[in-house]
Structures are given as C-alpha cells and as structure tokens.
C-alpha cells in the first residue's frame, strides 16, 4: 500500500519555477498505473495529446487554469476530479496567474508510451 498527503504536495518546492516539475508517484511500483505530481508554472502548458489505451485521473490540489478538450477550454480548479477517457485529445494552458498542482493517474503499463501529440484548435 501507498499512501500520498496532499498536504505534502502543495509545500514542495518547484526546482525551477518558471519550468514545469513532475515526480513519478508509482516509479517501478505498479504494472498497470502511472501516477504522477505535477507543478505546472504561469503561463505554462501541457502538449495537446491523446493516448489510445490509457484513461486519466488527474485531481487539482491548488491554481486555477483550462483543461483544453476537444477543442473547447473548461476552466478547471482546486478540488476538481477530471476524467479523461482514451482517445480524448487534451492538455492544459495554466492562465491562472498561480502554479497550478495536481496529482494524475494513468491506467496502463508505465513501459508502454501511448502518448500522441497534436495541433491545438479551438473548436475542433
């Protein structure tokens, strides 16, 4: 059993505030689930993508931003559970001012990249 402490999260330090910061949660633990803590800066974004195998869990634990799905841009926000099937193209634009924190899990073998970028659309 692993037990994560938002708590513990929302003080860690970004090495490099103007940069985006991941730790691997579940490195060499799991055989079916990525899980990762991610510091995402003002201004900063995420590569719009999809995955064809993989479903996301991603929950904010603190910062406001968009969640860009499918060619529309949900505002998103601390205490907010996304689920994002597979084959939903996604990615977020951090336009909250703040470092926006959250905790994402992915199904699927850590070993197999299932990950394909694509053009941004609004609307498409």
Known sequence: MEVFKIAEYLKKANPEPDKRFTIQLLEKKAENLVGMFIVLPPGGQTPYHFHNKRESILIIISGKAKELVEGKKIPIEADDVLFIPSKQKHGIVND?????????????????PDRVEVEWREGN
């Open 96 to 112: 909250g001012g703040k470092e926006l924190r959250y905790i994402e899990f992915q199904s699927g073998n850590p070993n197999e």
